[in-house]
């Protein structure tokens, strides 16, 4: 069964930093393409970026670029998302999950990916 725990969200001031956590099991992680998405409150969930199953060809939305990494072991089954420079409009609820996109993905692809329970970040002074 596939499964996928999110870890590393807080509380964080403005220009804060933050390390997330993906750990992943139940099928074959380093053939997989990963992806992270996140919901804010009252709204829908926006992707935030993808990698490759080799750890190659991050992908990020716009409104992320440049201040987020994604990046993944492989030899520990875990995906990560380190977040620096943090605004107040990059709360929301983050997850992981299986898939892999170069551009935003419609919002029917967004719904049908197998999410974990999400990390909750927030961005607060």
């Known amino acids: 069964e596939e499964q996928l725990v999110e870890s590393g969200g807080g509380l964080v001031q403005p220009g804060g930093s933050l390390r997330l956590s993906c750990a992943a099991s139940?099928?074959?992680?380093?053939?997989?393409?990963m992806t992270w998405v996140r919901q804010a409150p009252g709204k829908g969930l926006e992707w935030v970026s993808s990698?490759?199953?080799?750890?190659?060809?991050?992908y990020y939305a716009e409104s992320v670029k440049g201040r987020f990494t994604i990046s993944r072991d492989n030899t520990k089954n875990t995906l990560y998302l380190q977040l620096n420079s943090l605004r107040t409009e990059d709360t929301a609820m983050y997850y992981c999950?299986?898939?892999?996109?170069?551009?935003?993905?419609?919002?029917?692809?967004?719904?049908?990916?197998?999410r974990g329970q999400g990390t909750q970040v927030t961005v607060s002074s």
């Open positions: 999950a299986r898939g892999f996109f170069v551009r935003p993905p419609t919002v029917q692809d967004l719904n049908s990916l197998n």
């Open positions: 990698i490759w199953g080799s750890g190659g060809s991050p």
């Open positions: 139940g099928f074959i992680f380093g053939f997989s393409g």
